[in-house]
């Protein structure tokens, strides 16, 4: 079985590229990753390839600096021969999501207007705005 799971933070907008008569986003995921040593930690750069229209959705929404969750599997690519043989890993993602609150916007992102309240991302409604029929 050939699965993995990361969670971590878009290191730059994806590319999206055609390739034949379909569509593949590339970007790179910075994963932490914690240390033997209490309070230290790591961070690996994984790069994950999403394919069709969830890469071309990917591509629209998903700006530098967004913190999701990928699932797919580990590939090892290779390029050239002889003594030019290269391998390099990528991942091939089959779902992604956001894990973020909607509050949590990249840096380089628009800041609100206004600031909410400390609301943690919920914004208040009056009774009068709930339909309980």
Do not use: C, H, Y
């Not at 971590?8 to 999206?16: F, S, Y």
């Not at 797919?72 to 609150?101: H, M, Y």
């Amino acid at each position: 079985m050939n699965t993995i799971t990361l969670v971590g933070n878009t290191v730059r907008d994806a590319e999206i590229r055609e390739v034949g008569s379909s569509k593949v986003a590339k970007t790179t995921l910075a994963v932490r990753r914690p240390f033997a040593r209490e309070g230290s930690q790591d961070t690996d750069f994984w790069p994950i390839e999403i394919w069709g229209k969830s890469g071309e959705a990917f591509n629209d929404n998903v700006p530098k600096g967004t913190k999701i969750a990928v699932t797919g599997s580990a590939l090892l690519n290779t390029s050239g021969t002889g003594e030019d043989f290269k391998q390099f890993p990528v991942i091939r993602v089959d779902q992604w999501e956001f894990t973020g609150k909607k509050s949590d916007k990249p840096a380089d992102a628009e800041a609100p207007s206004e600031a909410p309240a400390n609301n943690d991302g919920f914004e208040p409604v009056s009774e009068d705005d709930l339909d309980w029929a």
